[in-house]
């Protein structure tokens, strides 16, 4: 039996990791920033390894980190294309990356973005960050006989 219309429509997921923030303070850890090289390397190592961890189970689509500066562009009119210096949101609200996983079940990918969480940080904690969990919207199945 195949999968059904929940199942479908809730198997990709998009985790995002914001620089600061959440819904709540989780610590007062300092931010990356504030963190030695070694510290630095040790939780890129451990995202490398989430990651191909999630790669040999089929459950890792892609992921990224991103840069903290970023432009804004709008349609402003034929030919003009406005660009304005960026990001102006708080720094609360800009994302550091972001990865796609594809998974079997929403619990599944609570389970996923909780142990991300855990990612160490400064002097080898785990951060207990906040990530953000997406569900990617897919076009309703195509009934065919």
């Known amino acids: 039996m195949g999968r059904t219309l929940h199942e479908e429509t809730l198997m990709k997921y998009l985790l995002l990791k914001h620089y600061r923030g959440g819904p709540t303070p989780v610590s007062d850890m300092p931010m990356i920033d504030k963190w030695t090289p070694e510290e630095i390397s040790a939780h890129v190592h451990y995202m490398q390894e989430f990651a191909a961890k999630l790669q040999e189970s089929g459950e890792y689509v892609d992921g990224q980190a991103l840069a903290p500066e970023g432009t804004f562009v709008r349609y402003d009119g034929e030919g003009r294309p406005p660009v304005t ?28 973005a909780a142990e991300l ?27 065919t006989e």
Not at 89 to 97: F, H, P, R, V, W
Not at 125 to 134: A, D, M, N, Y
């Open 117 to 143: 969480s855990a990612a160490p940080g400064q002097g080898g904690k785990p951060i207990h960050e906040w990530l953000e969990l997406r569900p990617f919207l897919t076009a309703p199945p195509t009934i």
């Open 85 to 112: 210096d960026g990001p102006f949101a708080e720094t609360k609200d800009l994302i550091a990356g972001w990865m796609v996983i594809d998974v079997d079940s929403y619990e599944r990918a609570l389970e996923l």
